[in-house]
């Protein structure tokens, strides 16, 4: 309509043919481009110029590989329509504008090879830079795609692997392909219902599900997320999300990669179970309990990693395993990734907090409640936390507690902590002395202070039970090999009973530092023997007592004053040939002994 044609100089803002419109129809195309790489081919072919609309069926849309290029293409549609383009923006720049885009039955089949690390020439192809020739430059308002299939195939240093989903739906809004951008490729919001999607990556060592994609203010929500780790068709360790939200997605390294990285990701009520790999060669060591949970962390590359009310079982290198419940974690990772490796973070845990947790290291058991913790110095407060061995001779509950530091030892389960402070809390030991138990777990614990603690514990054949109102010592070491020692103790207890086979002590109020003065109240010995019959009351007495030669069975006590004393002493003369054992006295050192008013009883049977 209203077709002008004239010999004069274009000036650049005509309008596209200087018609008011122009219906165009082609049928049975295959147009090569000329760069001889790139093909366009259609059964009908259909542009309105009034209505704004261009239409296309069954086109292919292809590009071959080339010396300067390591991926091609293919893009079929059953049907293709685009409303309401802009023809002058087209005509004058080369641009794609148009408000909607339709598309039925696409099929979107990508090979990419991606060369070695080393052969630097050849730089890796880019995804956006594959839809820019496959589009080039495009502003669309509005996409809908109806059953699309993908197939996207890559080849990294010879190790095939595919990106696949079938008969899906999705729009898009907002979709900007511009090439000399500083980012050509943005999207305001995009919405896929996923159909059969599964990927699998590294020769069929992993797979990767979910049923759907929104993507909305740079952050894409995957639903129903599950990513598994196989060995040999067996799943060995699994994460499945319902809701899994990615923040600055590298699309680059999903597709060509298959590596999922991103600035931060969101897990929210995960259920994680993760069993590690054997590491071999690598030197056992500390390592601090809650950053192990970085184990999540292993097949992504991410700047930060968020789990929101999620179960946790975590089954790390020598019998080490760590479960929580509704634990809400925040991980900053900083990549360590080699060329031959899928991942390898180094983690960094800034917050963990779970309503409950166990821990079996080695022979030990711990279960912790209501833990919050905060920062790379491994601090953290709980509720309640439950110690015990698998022997069963060791059982220590705390309440309301904080600890510094804790450090747990994969190889061997042995547990360190420092600065551990409690209110309240129950102590069962049973020690055999002399007897070395190779097989258990070493514990050391450092600036400990505790409150309204009871302590009931069994050493050298000994009993003892008693109820602390406070307890502080500078180091406390359990060895399986060794006894134990126990340095820089000092308590303020009450209702202290000892007791072995022959004798008891009990005290009715005391203070105790060691190596230092100490004083006790209400204190009763009796002992009943072959050789000796005491009973000893003592109203109050003060001493400097030695607890560690006290804890190998020995006794060490310096500057013993009594007051009042009351004491009852009968010793038995055995004869000679009564065939009765002598029963070996432990080493005794008392340097000195003062008893003021005693009342002393002594006889003698021969």
């Known amino acids: 309509d209203n077709l002008q044609v004239d010999a004069g100089k274009l000036k650049g803002n005509e309008k596209l043919l200087f018609s008011e419109n122009v219906v165009l129809r082609s049928t049975n195309q295959n147009i090569?481009?000329?760069?001889?790489?790139?093909?366009?081919?259609?059964?009908?072919?259909?542009?309105?110029?009034?209505?704004?609309?261009?239409?296309?069926?069954?086109?292919?849309?292809?590009?071959?590989?080339?010396?300067?290029?390591?991926?091609?293409?293919?893009?079929?549609?059953?049907?293709?329509?685009?409303?309401?383009?802009?023809?002058?923006?087209?005509?004058?720049?080369?641009?794609?504008?148009?408000?909607?885009?339709?598309?039925?039955?696409?099929?979107?089949?990508?090979?990419?090879?991606?060369?070695?690390?080393?052969?630097?020439?050849?730089?890796?192809?880019?995804?956006?830079?594959?839809?820019?020739?496959?589009?080039?430059?495009?502003?669309?308002?509005?996409?809908?795609?109806?059953?699309?299939?993908?197939?996207?195939?890559?080849?990294?240093?010879?190790?095939?692997?595919?990106?696949?989903?079938?008969?899906?739906?999705?729009?898009?809004?907002?979709?900007?392909?511009?090439?000399?951008?500083?980012?050509?490729?943005?999207?305001?919001?995009?919405?896929m219902a996923i159909r059969n999607y599964e990927n699998f990556i590294k020769d069929s060592s992993y797979s990767v599900k979910f049923d759907s994609v929104l993507f909305k203010d740079d952050r894409i929500t995957l639903s129903n997320f599950l990513f598994n780790k196989l060995d040999n068709g067996k799943i060995l360790n699994t994460f499945s999300v319902p809701q899994f939200n990615l923040i600055g997605l590298s699309w680059d390294d999903l597709v060509f990669e298959k590596k999922l990285k991103a600035e931060q990701a969101l897990m929210f009520n995960p259920n994680i179970s993760y069993t590690a790999s054997d590491s071999r060669g690598k030197k056992p060591g500390r390592q601090n309990v809650f950053q192990s949970l970085g184990a999540v962390n292993e097949y992504m590359d991410l700047d930060q990693l968020d789990i929101i009310d999620g179960t946790i079982d975590l089954r790390l290198r020598n019998n080490l395993r760590i479960q929580l419940d509704n634990a809400t974690v925040s991980v900053q990772s900083h990549s360590l990734l080699e060329s031959k490796k899928l991942a390898g973070i180094k983690n960094s845990l800034s917050q963990l907090k779970f309503d409950k947790g166990t821990i079996h290291a080695g022979n030990v058991d711990i279960e912790l409640h209501n833990i919050l913790y905060i920062g790379e110095t491994g601090q953290f407060g709980a509720a309640s936390i439950n110690v015990r061995n698998k022997e069963k001779d060791m059982l220590v509950s705390l309440q309301d507690i904080s600890v510094d530091k804790m450090l747990v030892d994969e190889l061997t389960g042995n547990v360190f902590a420092n600065g551990a402070r409690w209110q309240k809390g129950n102590v069962n030991i049973r020690s055999a002395g002399?007897?070395?138990?190779?097989?258990?777990?070493?514990?050391?614990?450092?600036?400990?202070?505790?409150?309204?603690?009871?302590?009931?514990?069994?050493?050298?054949?000994?009993?003892?039970?008693?109820?602390?109102?406070?307890i502080t010592f500078t180091h406390f070491e359990k060895d399986p090999a060794n006894k134990i020692i126990l340095d820089g103790l000092a308590i303020n207890g009450q209702q202290l009973k000892l007791k072995d086979d022959s004798s008891s002590l009990s005290v009715a109020e005391y203070d105790i530092t060691d190596n230092k003065s100490s004083s006790f109240r209400q204190l009763v010995y009796k002992t009943n023997n072959e050789k000796i019959n005491a009973d000893v009351s003592i109203p109050s007495l003060v001493v400097i007592p030695h607890i560690q030669?006290?804890?190998?069975?020995?006794?060490?006590?310096?500057?013993?004053?009594?007051?009042?004393?009351?004491?009852?002493?009968?010793?038995?003369a055995q004869k000679q040939g009564s065939g009765i054992k002598n029963k070996e006295l432990p080493d005794i050192d008392i340097s000195e002994l003062k008893l003021l008013q005693p009342e002393i009883n002594f006889t003698q049977t021969t």
């Open 32 to 191: 090569i481009f000329p760069d001889g790489r790139h093909r366009l081919s259609f059964s009908r072919f259909r542009i309105n110029l009034k209505n704004k609309l261009v239409e296309f069926d069954s086109c292919t849309i292809a590009a071959t590989k080339a010396d300067s290029s390591s991926a091609s293409f293919k893009v079929f549609f059953d049907a293709l329509l685009l409303t309401n383009i802009d023809f002058d923006t087209l005509y004058k720049t080369e641009l794609i504008k148009a408000d909607s885009v339709y598309c039925v039955n696409p099929r979107f089949d990508l090979d990419v090879t991606v060369g070695k690390k080393r052969d630097n020439k050849k730089p890796p192809p880019k995804l956006e830079t594959i839809i820019q020739q496959l589009t080039g430059d495009l502003q669309l308002g509005y996409v809908v795609v109806n059953n699309a299939d993908f197939n996207i195939r890559t080849v990294k240093n010879g190790i095939p692997s595919s990106f696949i989903f079938s008969k899906n739906n999705f729009e898009m809004q907002g979709l900007n392909v511009i090439q000399n951008a500083p980012k050509p490729l943005t999207v305001k919001s995009f919405a």
């Open 549 to 572: 030669p006290l804890l190998d069975g020995n006794i060490a006590l310096d500057a013993i004053a009594m007051t009042k004393p009351v004491i009852n002493l009968h010793l038995t």
């Open 434 to 470: 002399g007897a070395k138990d190779d097989n258990g777990s070493f514990i050391e614990l450092n600036d400990v202070k505790g409150h309204n603690t009871s302590i009931n514990g069994q050493f050298n054949g000994k009993s003892i039970s008693t109820l602390l109102k406070d």
